[in-house]
């Protein structure tokens, strides 16, 4: 069931010359105590779609268009079943769905505040850095506690601190210690630990390993793992490496030039991509298993998101391009119905999986010649295919 819904949402940014297209049309949902992870090259529009979230977008990024349904509301507005209070509905404040759900991207400062605090916590990206050079971790896993909830006494919020910090396996008495008395790794599993300091519903986590050696990176994956575990929390991992989201999440998004190309369980995804960009993506990153095949990048760059082309966005760099691909960018199809030889459009629910690219009825052809290495050498142009 869904926690979070991302439905139809454009997001835009403003520049002296047209806006940036930094998200189009994305359609997710992040279920009750599941991570998903959002995954693509730099650049893409995984951030952005974070920050949404919270309205924490830039001054000049606004949302053009769709909605963020979240399901669990501020505890005012509910009923003891859980429900929204009939009052709120009819209030006409802010959209509520016949389910119940709230669109975020509608409510005020003030109430999307409290949502910050109350249910969802946002690690940002090179977050570790944020950790205050002058009080002990300790204490600003503390302060996290007592701004929130302010009758927890002050021995048992320090007990609690030293819990969370226990659980992304930093020793009790390093609470003491000042942020430079930690490594590159601690701090980021410090940071982990204070957004779980007051217990929210959803984590949203930006990068968490980047910029981690792969020995580091491993412990800031367990610490993950064990809040997943010790707390029933959703979450949204974003990260560029498809690596470190096998590791840590139920079901994946691939998101390239604005546009989520693919989704499904982690599962599908990583063992049986449906879309050329997915297994770009693959080529060129190292699986844990192995770690000493060669990386294969895929030639070129992300494309510039103001006034992309019609096409589909991947086709300047896509070695199967064809005419098919040059008039519209796809809709998400069925991914399993195709490789079947139908073909289903499944824009809106975020179920089974799904992938945007017109070519599906060749899906085996081209997942046998991506991992090739010459396929991704091509430069034919698909006019002259
Ligand atoms: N404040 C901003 N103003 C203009 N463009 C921006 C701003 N922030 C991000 N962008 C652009 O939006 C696109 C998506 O960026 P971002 O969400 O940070 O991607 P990612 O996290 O996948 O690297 C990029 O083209 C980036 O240059
Ligand atoms: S639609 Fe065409 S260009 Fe886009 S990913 Fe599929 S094959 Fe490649
Ligand atoms: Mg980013």
Redesign the pocket.
């Known amino acids: 069931m869904p926690l979070l819904e991302f439905e139809d949402l454009s997001?835009r940014?403003?520049?002296d010359g047209p806006d940036?297209?930094?998200?189009e049309d994305v359609n997710f949902e992040v279920d009750y105590g599941k991570t998903f992870g959002?995954v693509?090259?730099?650049?893409?529009?995984?951030?952005?779609?974070?920050?949404s979230i919270l309205q924490l977008?830039?001054?000049?990024?606004y949302v053009e268009s769709g909605h963020i349904w979240y399901d669990d509301v501020l505890p005012e507005w509910k009923t003891d079943t859980g429900k929204v209070r009939p009052e709120v509905v009819e209030d006409d404040r802010y959209p509520v769905r016949d389910d119940g759900m709230m669109d975020l991207t509608a409510l005020d400062s003030d109430d999307i505040r409290r949502v910050r605090w109350n249910n969802i916590s946002l690690i940002p990206?090179s977050s570790m850095n944020a950790l205050n050079p002058v009080y002990r971790v300790g204490d600003q896993i503390v302060e996290a506690i007592r701004v929130h909830e302010p009758e927890t006494p002050e021995d048992e919020a320090h007990e609690r601190a030293r819990d969370l910090l226990e659980q992304v396996g930093i020793e009790r008495e390093r609470a003491d210690d000042y942020a430079h008395q930690f490594s590159g790794g601690m701090k980021q599993r410090a940071i982990i630990a204070m957004a779980m300091a007051c217990n929210p519903d959803m984590v949203i986590a930006?990068?968490p390993t980047t910029a981690l050696d792969v020995i580091i990176q491993d412990r800031v994956l367990d610490a993950i793992r064990e809040m997943q575990d010790q707390f029933d929390v959703s979450m949204l991992i974003?990260s560029?490496d498809i690596s470190v989201m096998a590791e840590t999440c139920d079901r994946l998004g691939v998101?390239y030039g604005?546009r989520l190309m693919e989704s499904g369980t982690t599962k599908e995804v990583i063992e049986n991509p449906a879309n050329p960009y997915t297994m770009g993506l693959q080529n060129s990153f190292p699986t844990v298993e192995e770690s000493q095949e060669r990386l294969l990048a895929i030639p070129g760059t992300?494309p510039?998101?103001?006034e992309p082309a019609d096409e589909c966005r991947f086709a300047e760099r896509c070695p199967f391009a064809t005419n098919v691909c040059m008039n519209d960018h796809p809709p998400m199809y069925d991914a399993e119905a195709a490789s079947d030889g139908r073909s289903r459009v499944q824009q809106e629910a975020d179920v089974g999986h799904r992938s945007a690219c017109y070519r599906l009825d060749v899906l085996e052809e081209m997942r046998e010649r991506a991992k090739e290495e010459e396929t991704w050498q091509q430069t034919e142009t698909p006019s002259s295919s």
Not at 20 to 23: G, Q
């Open positions: 997001i940014y403003r520049t940036v297209k930094a998200s959002l693509g090259e730099s650049g893409c529009g995984k951030t952005t779609l974070g920050k977008l830039d001054d000049n990024g990206q930006d990068e974003i560029h998101m604005g992300p510039t998101l103001t």
